[in-house]
Structure formats: structure tokens, C-alpha cells
């Protein structure tokens, strides 16, 4: 619409200047000295619309010759960021196939022309990892950071994740260093925290843990999670009861019901033979929040009368009536109850639904202890039967 208004405008001008010069053309005289140049004013407004019109196309044409080399070098840069992002899907097409020689490969080709020239080579970086190439790893790695020396933390990262594995305490140096140049840096906290997990230096994370909270590095389940695995780990590696009683007493009820925490502790007063009151606290526990970890330690424990524990675990088949955890453990206490046939019945169901080769064990526990050798016999060679499909 507005396109036909102004060419409506142009046409309605132009017609009444052709009728005012069909009328008159009118006369202009120019003196310049002893020179007098006379013409008509139609023909001096058609000539000076001519002049501006080539004056216009002279500046147009000059400005393209003078803008011609950076119009060129901007082309060239157009197309080799074409072949990069050309590379670059072939690379990642290429990875979604587990290819990773070719991925390598198409990523690394146009590196330098990219203009995300980083994720190219950081992605070579961890496709040559996962080829073992080590020394190609490094080196694409090194190239990251000759070419982009501002984005060392991101590359440090990168390559803290890729060394975790294989070299954990360089990983952890690295990470260290980064922390120390960017200590509010969430990203790098999360991932320091995660390699102490990962490396089980509680004393160390448990120090780093105030400016995780203090930052917000991880989300407050991930917090939790951490806060979780550091006092079980803590717990772990209590060396005599009166300490691990001592780090018990200190913690809170809100911990005291962690799964993993309460998982650790009844591990180790097991391991000491302190079974008093561990029963209770799983049932306590297992109340709030199930825990394949602590039905399976309840299935454990000796201390007490089998039978009133198989009557409590018997409620939780209600709710996990599939889970082969907790036929195992109902299986164990109707065997120390001596209810051989239920203990098998239970025993059986959950080698269907996992052939676990300890269950293969307590069946067979079971029925040497009803007098039947031969099912027993039969069952310790199915178990090595399992054993040897495994390996």
C-alpha cells in the first residue's frame, strides 16, 4: 500500500509538471562575464536531473571500487566459515555414528578458519581421546590455547574431565589452578567438587562445601546428593567403633535418614558385629524413602528373630512386589526362620527377575539346610553356569 501511494505521488507531480511545461516552458538566462547562456527551464530541470542521476552512479561505482578488497576478503571469510560449518556437521554426523576417527578428522580440518574454531578443537580434542590418542589429544588442546588464550578456563575444563579418568591427580591440579584464578567461578566449583567425590578426599570437599552453598554452584538436589556421599564416605572410612559412633552422634536426624549416611553405618557396625538397633533404624528409614542398598543389608542382619523381620519386609511387597533385592532378603529371613519351602519360593522369584549369583548361594544355603543335597549341587552349578556367562 504504501508502495502505490508514493508512485501514485511521483505519477500525479510528473503530470502536472508536463502540463505547466506544455503550457509554458519557461525561460532561464545565465550570465558568467561577457558569456550569456540562455535555455529553457524544462530543459535545465530534465538536465540537472540527468546530472544528478550520473552523479549518484559515479559515487556508487567509486565506492564499490574503493570497498572492492574488503568486499573480497569479507567473501572469502563467508566461504571459509561455509567449509567450517560444513566440517563441523560432518564431524558431529560422524559422531552421532560413534565414528570418532572421521569426527576427529572433519573437526580439525577447518579449525583455523572457524569462527567457533574453540569447539572444533576441543571436540577433536575428545574424539582423539576416545581413540586413546593421547598425544593428539594434548596437542589439539595446545593449539586451543595458542589460538584462544582468554577462554583458558573453559579449555582447562575440558581437558580436567578428559584426564579424570586415566590421571585423576593432574585432573585435580587443573582444576585447582582454575579455581585459584576464578574462585566464584560455579562451573569450576561443581566440577572440583565432583572429582574429590570422585576421588573420596572427603576432608578436602568437605572444606570447599561453604562456597559451593555461598555461590550456588549445584542445584540444591546435587548439593544434596554431595552433602550425602560426604558424610557416608566419612562414615566409611571410621576406623574403630568408638569413632564411628562418635561421627553418628554428631550428625543430625535430618542426616541420620540418608539412605547412603544410615547405608554406610549399618555397613560398618555389621562389619564389627554391633547389629543392636540397626533394624530398627532401616525400618525407620525404608518408611520415608525405599533403598535397594538397606533391604538388602536388612536381609543381613542376625541379631533378633528372623521371623518378626520377615513379617515387616513381607508389608513392603505390597508396593516393590517385582524387586529382586527384596526377594532376596525375604528369602534369607524365611530360611534363618526355617520356612525352607517360602525361603525358595522367594529365592527363585528374584533369579528370575536377576540371576545374581549370591542368590544362586542362599538358594542352595537353603536347600543343604532342608537335607537336599542334589538340588544344592544342582543349584552351585547353575550358579557357575551364570559366573561363567558373565565373564
Known sequence: MKQIIIWASVFLVGSVLATLMLYDNGKVSMVWGDWVLETSLSFLLALTVVGFLVGYVAVRVLGAVWRLPKTW???????????????MAKGMIALEYGDWQTAEKELIKSAKLS?????HYLSAAKMAHNQ??????DRYLTQAREAYPAE???????EA???????????LTILEALHQQQPKHGVILAELAHTLRQQGDWPRLEALLPKIRKTRALEPSALEAIEQQLLAGKIATAHTVEVLDVLWGELSIKQRAMPDVLAEFVEQRMGWGKENGLAALIEQVLKRQWSDRLVYQYGRITLGPAFERLKIAEKWLKEHEQNPVLLLTLG????????WGLGQSYLKQSLILSPQIETFHALAQCYEAEGKDSQAALTYKEAILQLEKKS
Open 73 to 87: 576478503q569479507q567473501r572469502r571469510q563467508v566461504n571459509r566459515n561455509n567449509r567450517a560449518q560444513s566440517t
Open 115 to 119: 569462527e567457533a574454531g574453540l569447539i
Open 132 to 137: 586413546t590418542a593421547y598425544e593428539r589429544r
Open 152 to 158: 583458558y578456563a573453559t579449555i582447562g575444563l575440558v
Open 161 to 171: 574431565r578428559l584426564l579424570s579418568e586415566h590421571q585423576p591427580k593432574l585432573a
Open 332 to 339: 534369607r529371613l524365611a530360611s534363618s526362620s526355617q520356612l
